[in-house]
């Protein structure tokens, strides 16, 4: 019975599948797929290695507090500890605010982290070094690719920004929320480089992962 009841506010009818089935979406699907591929591939490669430490230090040329500060604030805020509670506080909302579907869509973005760990392990990348890059403190468990942080926040906070496009009327106030919740992951993603925690091609993938996985619930949510 929960299982149905699950089912009901998931509304997985064939219908939807079918979406998934749509050229467009089909072909970004496709399109966001083979750029993984081919990071997951260019990743073992001593070129891309050498292209990841030029981003990094890039990024490292700046180095005061003020930026290390905001550095360490944007990877709390694309912490899977923080992400999960965006995402239950959302279903709580929406739970109250009668839109229970839109809260438990949210909610299964969250199946981008253990998917993430699962690519961890398959491609056992490790993190940048000391000898590499500045290393500054904060999280860095787990192998490197792809970046959890991004992934992570790419899924939950694209996500919301979908909702917030579907259902805020109000022009001002939708690009008030939207903006801010599309360009946030690109954040945490610049954050993990900066803080010599993951590679460029490291959130690169974590972002593309991020958005498969919104790409194909917003599919199946849209009525």
Avoid: C
Avoid at 148 to 170: I, R
Avoid at 187 to 213: E, K, N, P, T
């Amino acid at each position: 019975m929960r299982a149905l009841h699950l089912n009901h506010h998931f509304n997985l009818t064939p219908e939807r599948f079918a979406r998934l089935l749509y050229p467009q979406t089909i072909a970004f699907l496709a399109s966001l797929t083979a750029v993984l591929i081919l990071i997951s591939v260019l990743v073992r490669l001593r070129a891309t290695l050498i292209l990841d430490l030029r981003v990094t230090k890039a990024f490292q040329v700046v180095n005061t507090p003020f930026w290390n500060k905001a550095a360490r604030w944007a990877t709390f805020i694309g912490d899977g500890h923080m992400v999960i509670v965006v995402s239950f506080v959302t279903l709580v909302v929406a739970y109250f605010t009668g839109f229970l579907r839109a809260g438990i869509y949210e909610f299964a973005t969250l199946g981008a982290l253990p998917i993430n760990i699962a690519l961890k392990n398959v491609f056992d990348r490790e993190r940048p070094g000391e000898k590499e890059v500045r290393i500054l403190p904060g999280p860095r468990w787990g192998h490197s690719y792809p970046s959890g942080h991004s992934m992570g926040s790419g899924a939950t906070y694209w996500f919301l920004a979908f909702l917030v496009f579907l259902y805020v009327q109000n022009l001002p106030l939708r690009l008030g929320l939207f903006i801010p919740l599309a360009i946030l992951p690109v954040i945490v993603a610049a954050s993990r480089i900066y803080m010599g925690a993951h590679w460029f091609s490291d959130v690169v993938a974590g972002l593309a992962g991020g958005l498969v996985i919104v790409v194909i619930l917003a599919s199946l949510y849209v009525v």
